[in-house]
């Protein structure tokens, strides 16, 4: 069986030569992308060989991190049908076959999958320097940074030194000045 397991993977690296999207992951198990990257229809499967392959289905597997957008359903839906596909196919190398079959499958297995991500965004993050706005994916818009005066800018400069840090304890509390507003423990002794 190893010799089996040696040649197809041969004709694997060289069927791939060149396309970004296969992995050879290990001796036994490969990857393939499908869609582009960031887009949310795009997922990775990795088929994994046992020693029994091509006679037993290889292991295929979708609980990737690269898939943490893919809705369960469509990740089992996904599953399954390599499954059969893979049943199909036994006591043949199909591991370049359950990749192509994918590649013409995978519209209509992705069909309950959103566009886009229903994960909200952070659309203000406040720093320093003072409000910052990000794109927000959901809706489109892109909202203007807010703009800090010359004044505001020469006051931040002028609190940090040549390297952009600001100077040691810029933040400490004045301990002369925070005793007197505490007052001393009196003492009843």
């Not at 597997?61 to 893979?86: C, G, M, R, S, W």
């Not at 013409?104 to 409000?131: H, M, N, Y």
């Not at 703009?147 to 002028?158: E, F, I, S, V, Y």
């Amino acid at each position: 069986m190893r010799e089996e397991h040696e040649e197809e993977r041969e004709v694997l690296e060289s069927i791939y030569e060149g396309d970004d999207n296969f992995s050879v992951i290990s001796q036994s198990t490969f990857q393939y992308k499908y869609g582009e990257a960031g887009n949310n229809k795009s997922f990775l499967v990795e088929i994994s060989w046992g020693p029994e392959y091509p006679d037993q289905i290889p292991t295929i597997n979708l609980d990737l991190f690269y898939n943490k957008h893919l809705l369960p359903p469509v990740k089992e839906k996904i599953t399954e049908e390599l499954q059969k596909q893979a049943e199909i196919n036994v006591g043949m190398s199909m591991t370049f076959t359950l990749f192509e079959w994918l590649k013409e499958a995978k519209d209509e297995l992705l069909e309950s999958q959103p566009e886009e991500a229903s994960v909200p965004v952070v659309s203000e993050i406040i720093t320093d320097f003072g409000r910052i706005t990000v794109e927000d994916s959901a809706t489109g818009k892109k909202e203007k940074k807010e703009q800090l005066t010359k004044a505001q800018k020469r006051r931040m400069w002028d609190r940090q030194n040549a390297a952009g840090e600001r100077a040691r304890g810029y933040n400490w509390v004045d301990i002369i000045k925070h005793l007197s507003q505490t007052g001393t423990p009196k003492n009843d002794g």
